[in-house]
């Protein structure tokens, strides 16, 4: 198979995933953070506040930066609190996982033909199965 046909398959694998229920709820969580005021402000809050904040470390001003910081962290817990933002998330955790698992399978699939280089060990054999061959 030519490195165009396997380009080609790519993105219409590719597609396909886009398609996927995990890639949906992904993009349709994203969509509602975007559009949500609340998060929107809150976001825009922590820019402020980490602007401050570098300001008030360039300028040495401990007793400020340790207010700011303060301020920033609650701003942190609010903003990862909202119902939204967990669902957004959460969302990402799960396509993330596709995403490693996919990855995963082709590198498994790969490495039973030739050595590949996968999280900085060569994997080849069958991995390390009853015959524990690696």
Known sequence: MSRHAILSEARNFAALLERSAEVKRFRDAERQVNQSDA????????????????HAKHYQKPEYSRLLEQELEKLNWHLNHLPIVREYQQAQVEVNGLLQTIQQ???????????????????SGCGGGACSCR
């Open 39 to 54: 998060v929107q402000q809150t976001i825009a809050s922590i820019k402020r506040k980490q602007k401050e904040l570098v």
């Open 105 to 123: 399978v082709i590198a498994d699939t790969v490495s039973q033909k030739i050595e590949v280089e996968t999280g900085g060990e060569t994997a």
